[in-house]
């Protein structure tokens, strides 16, 4: 396509920016840059098929030169596996698959040694239906011990126990059909928001918060660096477990009101930190996974002075191109919607507050492929243009595995290629409505979370350098020329792209530190925003142009003789006014101001 657009385009960039976001940013974790691992699929070093640690050990020196600060550990806990391990059956101890105790000593010991923290992956809404603390509750009985560490309920009166309609509400779960599984044995059903094998602890018990405590404590005395908390805004249920609304074309409830930061929530954090997180010596994160949070309950989730976490994952941004129908119903995202978003967290969290910014993780399809252009001509660049964007927001960015190298979402021909759960119960669900089959895997291949499982690209030998055995889920094929080992050599790749990122927010404290302004909030190609530093007198620029044409950008006066820091495209040209932005262009520019 051609690099130029007519006139009738271009864009002024307003003098003065519209919003200012302000505020000093002085934790240790504000500069640096979290690489989640998920290790099932990251690097096999046994010919079994699946990642373990011993493989994540072997693979640390790439993420050594990648410069990444910290590194998010998926759940490598003993588990049943139904929802990849997000199922623990016993807090204190590794999987077989993933190796023993003594290889996570190893791999703490070497991350360490290379200057890098690991938080660890924290699942406590909900514990597997094998943990030794659900077993004792349910096969106790009503009336036994431990009964209340988990959420049972008695049948609907009038209603026939273990039938449709006797469900104690109407709650959906999130991995579809109903929140609720009758335990003929007991004569009562269990809530799990998720799986049928994922029953949701009782935080109201005092006895259930002091054991995810003191098992929080042993992993921070073997040394860990912090947690990332699964659903944790979850915990709290309202009292009484009302009925939801059931919203058009719906067969359960919608529970959320009803458990998404619900009455106690913030007391069962503030107590969590207390008990375990004060009074440490080391520096240590916390990071809230929490759907359907706001911007004003984020205010006070991240507010140092309440002490309950440091940082939140918000998920409006990642529903912004789904339809009423949920994540598999896909529509096309709209720039000026993420824009919108983006922009007001930012603005919203001011100074008391911090984002996690994210596009992708192992919940996300791959984001080349789902904001980018995949296509063969702008996989590189546009992959480049929404790190570029992201990691030059105010917060702390966080790399999933291969997005540094611009992975995609794999060519899933049939339903027999996908593995979670979630996919294939809604595939289940879906044709038991008389959905036509190839509707529902045209959502799974867009949405799907198998998208990011798919095994990490090494090199481009049979299975991409990530196993010598047969892998759990099938190597996408453009391995062969999307790999780690082709980019390091190439000084132009994704992943140095995501290097020189990197080093930008660990040398350049306007990244960190700097106003955000976003500019031209109502253009659909044009994302575009200036960082201000005004204690050290630096400003940057950021333009990136969404799109597959070129787009001509008028500049406000005095950043012509802009310095250039980083750009997506070989031998930048000095900025002009206008300056038109190549095909999923990205520059970011520095100057100095007074005032």
Same mark, same amino acid.
């Given at each position: 396509?051609?690099?130029?657009?007519?006139?009738?385009?271009?864009?002024?960039?307003?003098?003065?920016?519209?919003?200012?976001?302000?505020?000093?940013?002085?934790?240790?974790?504000?500069?640096?840059?979290?690489?989640?691992?998920?290790?099932?699929?990251? /690097?096999?070093?046994?010919?079994?098929?699946?990642?373990?640690?011993?493989?994540?050990?072997?693979?640390?020196?790439?993420?050594?030169?990648?410069?990444?600060?910290?590194?998010?550990?998926?759940?490598?806990?003993?588990?049943?596996?139904?929802?990849?391990?997000?199922?623990?059956?016993?807090?204190?101890?590794?999987?077989?698959?993933?190796?023993?105790?003594?290889?996570?000593?190893?791999?703490?010991?070497?991350?360490?040694?290379?200057?890098?923290?690991?938080?660890?992956?924290?699942?406590?809404?909900?514990?597997?239906?094998?943990?030794?603390?659900?077993?004792?509750?349910?096969?106790?009985?009503?009336?036994?011990?431990?009964?209340?560490?988990?959420?049972?309920?008695?049948?609907?009166?009038?209603?026939?126990?273990?039938?449709?309609?006797?469900?104690?509400?109407?709650?959906?779960?999130?991995?579809?059909?109903?929140?609720?599984?009758?335990?003929?044995?007991?004569?009562?059903?269990?809530?799990?928001?998720?799986?049928?094998?994922?029953?949701?602890?009782?935080?109201?018990?005092?006895?259930?918060?002091?054991?995810?405590?003191?098992?929080?404590?042993?992993?921070?005395?073997?040394?860990?660096?912090?947690?990332?908390?699964?659903?944790?805004?979850?915990?709290?249920?309202?009292?009484?477990?009302?009925?939801?609304?059931?919203?058009?074309?719906?067969?359960?409830?919608? =529970?959320?009101?009803?458990?998404?930061?619900?009455?106690?929530?913030?007391?069962?954090? /503030?107590?969590?930190?207390?008990?375990?997180?004060?009074?440490?010596?080391?520096?240590?994160?916390?990071?809230?996974?929490?759907?359907?949070?706001?911007?004003?309950?984020?205010?006070?989730?991240?507010?140092?002075?309440?002490?309950?976490?440091?940082?939140?994952?918000?998920?409006?941004?990642?529903?912004?191109?789904?339809?009423?129908?949920?994540?598999?119903?896909?529509?096309?995202?709209?720039?000026?919607?993420?824009? /919108?978003?983006?922009?007001?967290?930012?603005?919203?969290?001011?100074?008391?507050?911090?984002?996690?910014?994210?596009?992708?993780?192992?919940?996300?399809?791959?984001?080349?492929?789902?904001?980018?252009?995949?296509?063969?001509?702008?996989?590189?660049?546009?992959?480049?243009?929404?790190?570029?964007?992201?990691?030059?927001?105010?917060?702390?960015?966080?790399?999933?595995?291969?997005?540094?190298?611009?992975?995609?979402?794999?060519?899933?021909?049939?339903? =027999?290629?996908?593995?979670?759960?979630?996919?294939?119960?809604?595939?289940?669900?879906?044709?038991?409505?008389?959905?036509?089959?190839?509707?529902?895997?045209?959502?799974?291949?867009?949405?799907?979370?198998?998208?990011?499982?798919?095994?990490?690209?090494?090199?481009?030998?049979?299975?991409?350098?990530?196993?010598?055995?047969?892998?759990?889920?099938?190597?996408?094929?453009?391995?062969?020329?999307?790999?780690?080992?082709?980019?390091?050599?190439?000084?132009?790749?994704?992943?140095?792209?995501?290097?020189?990122?990197?080093?930008?927010?660990?040398?350049?404290?306007?990244?960190?530190?700097?106003?955000?302004?976003?500019?031209?909030?109502?253009?659909?190609?044009?994302?575009?925003?200036?960082?201000?530093?005004?204690?050290?007198?630096?400003?940057?620029?950021?333009? /990136?142009?969404?799109?597959?044409?070129?787009?001509?950008? =008028?500049?406000?006066?005095?950043?012509?003789?802009?310095?250039?820091?980083?750009?997506?495209?070989?031998?930048?040209?000095?900025?002009?006014?206008?300056?038109?932005?190549?095909?999923?262009?990205?520059?970011?520019?520095?100057?100095?101001?007074?005032?």
């Amino acid at each position: 396509m051609p690099d130029g657009l007519p006139g009738d385009v271009r864009e002024e960039l307003p003098e003065e920016p519209p919003e200012n976001v302000t505020g000093p940013a002085d934790s240790w974790w504000s500069d640096a840059v979290v690489y989640q691992i998920y290790p099932r699929s990251f /690097a096999d070093s046994n010919a079994d098929g699946i990642g373990d640690l011993r493989g994540v050990i072997e693979r640390l020196d790439h993420l050594s030169r990648l410069g990444v600060d910290v590194l998010w550990l998926s759940p490598v806990y003993p588990s049943p596996h139904d929802d990849n391990g997000y199922d623990i059956s016993d807090y204190q101890d590794i999987d077989p698959l993933f190796g023993t105790l003594a290889d996570f000593d190893r791999l703490l010991a070497a991350v360490h040694e290379r200057g890098m923290k690991l938080v660890m992956d924290l699942v406590v809404n909900h514990t597997s239906d094998e943990h030794p603390w659900f077993t004792a509750s349910r096969d106790g009985g009503p009336g036994g011990p431990q009964r209340d560490w988990y959420i049972w309920r008695p049948p609907r009166e009038g209603r026939e126990p273990g039938t449709p309609g006797a469900e104690p509400n109407n709650w959906g779960s999130f991995f579809s059909g109903p929140a609720w599984t009758y335990d003929e044995a007991g004569g009562e059903y269990y809530l799990h928001l998720f799986s049928r094998k994922q029953p949701d602890l009782n935080w109201d018990n005092p006895e259930v918060r002091q054991a995810v405590y003191a098992m929080m404590r042993w992993w921070l005395d073997r040394g860990v660096d912090g947690f990332r908390m699964d659903v944790i805004n979850l915990i709290s249920k309202t009292p009484g477990l009302p009925d939801g609304p059931v919203h058009e074309g719906g067969r359960y409830g919608d =529970g959320s009101a009803h458990y998404v930061c619900g009455p106690r929530i913030h007391d069962h954090l /503030a107590e969590m930190h207390r008990e375990v997180f004060a009074g440490r010596p080391r520096r240590l994160l916390t990071v809230g996974e929490m759907p359907g949070v706001t911007v004003e309950e984020t205010r006070l989730f991240t507010d140092p002075a309440r002490r309950e976490v440091d940082m939140v994952f918000q998920f409006e941004h990642v529903g912004l191109d789904q339809g009423p129908g949920g994540k598999f119903d896909v529509r096309p995202l709209r720039l000026t919607d993420l824009k /919108a978003s983006l922009g007001r967290w930012q603005t919203g969290l001011g100074e008391r507050g911090w984002n996690s910014l994210y596009f992708s993780n192992h919940d996300q399809p791959r984001v080349v492929s789902r904001f980018g252009d995949d296509s063969p001509a702008h996989r590189d660049r546009s992959a480049k243009l929404l790190a570029t964007v992201l990691h030059l927001h105010r917060g702390t960015p966080y790399v999933y595995q291969g997005e540094e190298l611009g992975m995609a979402n794999a060519p899933f021909a049939s339903i =027999g290629d996908f593995r979670d759960i979630e996919s294939l119960n809604h595939h289940r669900d879906q044709l038991a409505l008389g959905i036509d089959e190839e509707q529902i895997l045209a959502g799974l291949r867009a949405r799907g979370r198998d998208n990011a499982r798919t095994p990490m690209q090494w090199d481009a030998t049979e299975h991409a350098g990530f196993t010598a055995g047969t892998p759990w889920i099938a190597v996408n094929p453009d391995h062969e020329h999307v790999n780690a080992e082709a980019q390091l050599t190439d000084p132009d790749s994704v992943f140095h792209h995501y290097r020189r990122l990197i080093e930008l927010r660990h040398t350049e404290p306007a990244v960190t530190h700097g106003d955000f302004h976003m500019l031209h909030p109502d253009h659909e190609q044009l994302y575009a925003f200036t960082r201000h530093d005004r204690e050290r007198g630096v400003e940057l620029l950021v333009l /990136a142009n969404f799109g597959g044409t070129g787009l001509a950008v =008028g500049l406000p006066d005095g950043w012509e003789a802009a310095e250039t820091l980083l750009a997506n495209v070989p031998a930048p040209a000095p900025l002009t006014n206008p300056y038109t932005l190549r095909p999923w262009e990205a520059r970011v520019h520095r100057r100095r101001v007074t005032g």
